[in-house]
């Protein structure tokens, strides 16, 4: 357990000051019947009648406790309905997904995971999918209906080159669409930062620096944009398009996960492109990268069952999360109920508050 701000634990220390005070009275009182019948007095209370006398002032000192608790906010990791509600799904589609070094090939594993993946989410989650390769399109809008999604990834056609870049640029695009992302600009221009996205060939356009000014992009802090997240598979290294991590860099700004598969067995797959035999392996340390930058996860899959479980433990993670919550509340209401136990007892016992 952790604490927002533990410079109020300071505050426990008045904890053993009121024992201590609280022992000091019983001694005065013990004092003050010292002349006393004692055997009148020892008659007259039991041993029961003796420890119930001590049970309301330590309920009273555990809420005091609880409440100073509460005041230090503590935080604990505990296990949530997930706050994310939009998923996007942004799959390679280059030709080195022919490769059979996962049977039957990469593209068809891919494919019945993923399909897997989206019928099993969680009824209010909706999910879309992009597919890159030269470049990036959006083949499916967030939506809730699941056959929509699968029948996309029925469509999937195999293209050259791998801009793993412009998948994640189109992507966020895609959860993010009244920003108005430029996206010719980004993912066919130079010049590229994840900063500002208004910039082409170095030279910020007139139009572009109007749209800026009409709506000032303020970046968040990384993995703070709970309500979506991006899944990314790969099973190659970029050749073209914008620099992945730029494009994660931009995605952390607006707070988004990027959860990278690197599916393909690390020595690569052959796959025959215009008669040549080429061995196509993935960039792990991009994908990293990418899954650092914006606080979310890099997973590697070798093979169609692992790329199965990959999806099985992000379909949970995505309907349960655990978090680091504030738990302060909890202890404030655990004070109360001290409280007002303590005062109960002591009225039903001995007609006085304690």
Known sequence: MNFLWPQYLWLLLVVPVLVAAYVALLRRKKSAVRYADLGLVKSAMSSTQRFRRHVPPLLFLLAIVAALLAAARPTAVITLP??????????????SMRATDVEPNRIVAAQNAAKA?????PQD??????????????????????EDLVAAIDRFQLQRHTAIGSGLIVSLATLFPEE?????????????TSRDSTRRGGIERPESKEKKEKKAFKPVPPGSYTSAAIILLTDGRRTTGPDPLDAARMAADHGVRVFTVGFGSAAGGAVDIDGMSIFMRFDEETLKGIAGITQGEYFHAASATDLKKI?????????????????????????AVLAVASATLSLLWFNRIV
């Open 311 to 335: 999806y099985e433990g992000l379909n949970v993670r995505f309907a349960l999360e655990r978090k680091e919550t504030e738990v302060a509340a909890l202890f404030a209401a655990l004070a």
């Open 117 to 121: 993946f989206v019928q099993e989410l």
């Open 82 to 95: 997930s706050d994310a509600r939009t998923v996007i799904l942004a799959m390679d589609v280059s030709l």
């Open 180 to 192: 108005g992302i430029d996206l010719e600009s980004l993912l066919f221009g130079s010049g590229f």
């Open 125 to 146: 989650i909706r999910a879309g999918i992009v597919t890159f390769a030269g470049t990036a399109l959006v083949v499916q809008p967030p939506t809730l209906n699941r």
